[in-house]
């Protein structure tokens, strides 16, 4: 089993920046990619971005060139570097692998115009 602990999240201005990270533990020897997903307000949850063990890395569509995934594998944490927020980037983040595993409690981005 593998946890995760999401932080990074707050209130910000549109245009602004964030970064996220995320604490995995637990079996983390058998993760071989790692994403984060958000999920706004009755919505229901996105993938967002995610990169393999090996540092390829893949965007949706709407954050490419916005958003910078990145990962200390030595320390088991995945990161997100937001920039040039947009209201609709509001949501709840979260990281998982894919397949995912049990879900962590997240952290709230929220921007505001």
């Known amino acids: 089993q593998v946890q995760f602990v999401e932080s990074g999240g707050g209130l910000v201005q549109v245009g602004g920046s964030l970064r996220l990270s995320c604490a995995a533990s637990?079996?983390?020897?058998?993760?071989?990619?790692m994403h984060w997903y958000r999920q706004a307000p009755g919505r229901q949850r996105e993938w967002v971005a995610g990169?393999?063990?090996?540092?390829?890395?893949n965007y949706e569509d709407s954050v490419k060139g916005r958003f910078t995934i990145s990962r200390d594998n030595a320390e088991n944490t995945l990161y997100l570097q937001m920039n040039k927020l947009k209201p609709e980037d509001t949501a709840v983040y979260y990281c998982?692998?894919?397949?995912?595993?049990?879900w962590g409690q997240g952290t709230q981005v929220t921007v505001s115009s």
């Open positions: 637990g079996s983390t020897f058998s993760i071989k990619s």
């Open positions: 998982n692998t894919l397949p995912t595993a049990a």
């Open positions: 990169i393999l063990r090996s540092g390829s890395t």
